[in-house]
Nanobody
């Protein structure tokens, strides 16, 4: 199983970044894939997730209207890429962002994650 996150960086407030998560090695239809984040001194929190089989999405309140999640499955379904387009970024969005997969039917929370990817740092300056 692999979840490879990329796309983090430094951006000014109001700017945009796009994160990518390349997933492979598990059955995508059985999971929702998405993102958590963790700011210094804070607990890890949910950002957004997507069901790659039907395209349904979920956004946590802190990012609604600013972030957009999408996915792109390879034709053989051996690989899937999940994108997080982050617009109108705020300093409070500064965190390490983690790609993660949760078995469908569970709440999208850190304790229910089945597969974690390594984090990518997002820093938003004021």
């Amino acid at each position: 199983v692999q979840l490879q996150a990329s796309g983090g960086g430094l951006v000014q407030a109001g700017g945009s970044l796009r994160l990518s998560c390349a997933a492979s090695g598990f059955t995508f239809d059985d999971y929702v894939i998405g993102w958590f984040r963790q700011a210094p001194g804070k607990e890890r929190e949910g950002v957004s997730c997507i069901s790659t089989s039907d395209g349904s999405t979920y956004y946590f309140d802190s990012v609604k209207g600013r972030f957009t999640i999408s996915s792109d499955n390879a034709s053989d379904n051996a690989k899937c890429t999940v994108y997080l387009q982050m617009d109108n970024l705020k300093p409070e969005d500064t965190a390490v962002y983690y790609c993660a997969a949760v078995l469908k039917g569970r709440y999208y929370s850190p304790r229910d994650v089945d597969y974690w990817g390594k984090g990518t740092q997002v820093t938003v300056s004021s």
